[in-house]
């Protein structure tokens, strides 16, 4: 049998196998040539492991620079066989770099981005998610992750049972110089086109008197992962609640905003507030399950979507992290 032209190592900063390492034994090998190889360990190990990164692999190149192609990365993202997603509904800015990859997030640099599974505010969100690092921030800026069927587990029963009965309504105002316009939102300047979205994923949207939006969306707390079965904690109560924010900027916004105009925030799904002792649960939670490692340029890694969540931490010096998205999923 003719040795495969990667190897599977251990990583140091492995939490349960997450992530998998995949390195190219030859620096000249491109990733993309290689996909006929890696789909299927890609198809074997990512329901076990959650995430794996391929590090060492050549991706192209752009121009002199010898950074990795974005458009090689699309090709890669794409070649698993599902259309790469558009980025609507979006809760952080982003800038579309070519047809299918995205800025990974335009949040300021010196902020951090705690844990999350992309999109679990909403009850639509992709499988799968690839990151491709074309350039390491100098300091900082690593992509954190943590096994959301291990973050399920961990959570307190107490906790966990109340938010599975209770369930989780997320309230977002847009706008104002506060948050994300809803033109960039939705990306739409069409008011029309934003209630029709609304209505087709069972969000309720009200047009404030200054023209501006709110909406709401009673979401879940956790789910169940389609393929695997397994249970995963599946929500981003703790990113979306005002207790997130420092408490200078909570203060703030309080003294100027009455509470539903926060930006963002987040109840139980029949209105009640969120205990502030239980997120605080749940942040040291997932502190313990964060797998932090270094990026290094031209890495890609590719998470299932349910069963890994990620996170930003704040960095210096230019950074850019590119992020591809595919297989649509719904709760209904």
Not at 222 to 243: C, D, I, K, M, Y
């Amino acid at each position: 049998m003719a040795e495969r032209s990667f190897t599977i190592e251990d990583f140091p900063q492995a939490r349960g196998g997450l992530p998998l390492l995949v390195r190219a034994r030859d620096p000249r090998l491109d990733l993309l040539d290689a996909f006929a190889e890696l789909e299927p360990l890609v198809r074997d190990w990512l329901p076990r492991c959650a995430g794996i990164l391929f590090r060492g692999f050549a991706l192209g190149s752009a121009g002199s620079s010898g950074a990795p192609s974005v458009e090689r990365f699309r090709a890669f993202a794409a070649a698993f066989g599902h259309p790469l997603l558009s980025y609507e509904f979006g809760s952080t800015p982003r800038t579309n770099v070519t047809s299918g990859v995205y800025t990974s997030t335009e949040y300021p640099a010196d902020q951090h981005i705690p844990l999350h599974n992309e999109q679990a505010y909403t009850r639509d969100w992709p499988m799968r998610i690839w990151f491709c690092c074309v350039q390491a921030a100098a300091v900082g800026g690593e992509t954190p992750i943590a096994d959301s069927r291990a973050i399920y587990r961990k959570i307190p029963a107490d906790i966990r049972e109340r938010f599975e009965r209770r369930g989780l309504m997320y309230v977002r105002n847009y706008g104002n110089g506060l948050d994300v316009p809803w033109q960039k939102v939705f990306n739409t300047e069409d008011r029309a086109a934003v209630e029709a979205y609304c209505r087709d994923h069972r969000i309720l949207c009200d047009w404030k008197e200054d023209g501006e939006l709110r909406t709401r969306q009673i979401c879940q707390a956790t789910a169940r992962h389609p393929v695997t079965g397994e249970a995963v904690w599946f929500n981003q109560a703790h990113l979306f609640h005002v207790s997130n924010l420092p408490e200078e900027a909570r203060s703030a916004l309080l003294d100027i905003l009455d509470e539903e105009d926060l930006p963002r925030n987040v109840h139980h799904a029949d209105g009640g507030p969120i205990d502030p002792a239980d997120l605080a649960a749940i942040r040291a939670v997932l502190a313990e399950e964060t797998v932090l490692f270094p990026w290094e340029t031209g890495d890609v890694m590719m998470l299932d979507n349910m069963l890994a969540a990620h996170a930003r931490t704040p960095f210096s010096g230019p950074r850019k992290v590119v992020v591809a998205m595919a297989e649509p999923h719904s709760a209904d």
